[in-house]
C-alpha cells in the first residue's frame, strides 16, 4: 500500500468509527464532561470538523467545506465556552457527516504528485500537502480515543469488557 492510499483509508476508518459513536447520542449527552476539564463530545466532534477541513483541504488547497464561523468554538486554540455559546449539537453533528464526504472526496482526487505541492497557506510546519495531510493519521486516532473514552465513561455498554474495567478504575 503506498502512503497516500494508507493516509485516505485511516481518515476514513477515523470518519465512520466516529460517526458510529455519535450516531446515538442525544444533546444532553453531547454536552456532559465526565470530569470538569475534559473535553465533552460535542467540542470532540466539531474539533474534528476544523481539522479535517483544515489540515486536509484549506492548508494544501485554499478551499474550505466548513461553517468557518465556528472556529473560534472548535479550532486549536478555542477555549473551554459556556454550554449555551456552542452550535446545537444536532448541527455539529450533521456537519461533521457533510464535511468529512466532501473532505474524503478531495482527498480521492489527489495523486501523488499533489502531495509534493508547496501548501496553500504557508504554515511553519506543514510546508507541503504531505505534511498537512500526514498530520490528521495520528490526530484523528488520538481524538478518537478521546471521544470513545469519554463516551464509554457517560455511557457504559450493557456487558463490560476489560476495557471498561480499565475505564471505570482509571475514574475515581
Known amino acids: 500500500m503506498d502512503l497516500l492510499t494508507y493516509f485516505k483509508a485511516e481518515i476514513e476508518t477515523v470518519g465512520r468509527q466516529w460517526k458510529e459513536t455519535i450516531a446515538a447520542l442525544d444533546d444532553i449527552a453531547a454536552l456532559r464532561r465526565p470530569r ?82 508547496p501548501s496553500f497557506l504557508e504554515r511553519q510546519w506543514f510546508p507541503t500537502a504531505f505534511h498537512s495531510i500526514a498530520h490528521p493519521v495520528t490526530h484523528g486516532h488520538y481524538h478518537l480515543g478521546q471521544l470513545i473514552y469519554v463516551t464509554r465513561l457517560l455511557a457504559p455498554v450493557a456487558t463490560p469488557s476489560t476495557v471498561d474495567a480499565l475505564l471505570k478504575a482509571g475514574a475515581r
Request: aromatic content about 10%; hydrophobic content about 40%.
Open 36 to 117: 470538569n476539564n475534559v473535553n465533552h463530545v460535542l467540542w470532540l466532534t466539531g474539533h474534528m470538523i476544523w481539522a479535517e477541513d483544515y489540515l486536509l483541504v484549506e492548508i494544501p488547497s485554499g478551499k474550505t467545506y466548513r461553517s468557518k464561523e465556528w472556529d473560534a468554538c472548535f479550532d486549536h486554540s478555542s477555549e473551554k465556552l459556556p454550554e449555551d455559546e456552542y452550535p446545537p449539537w444536532a448541527e455539529v453533528r450533521a456537519e461533521f457527516t457533510v464535511v468529512h464526504e466532501k473532505v474524503m472526496k478531495h482527498l480521492a482526487r489527489l495523486n501523488h504528485v499533489d502531495l509534493q505541492r
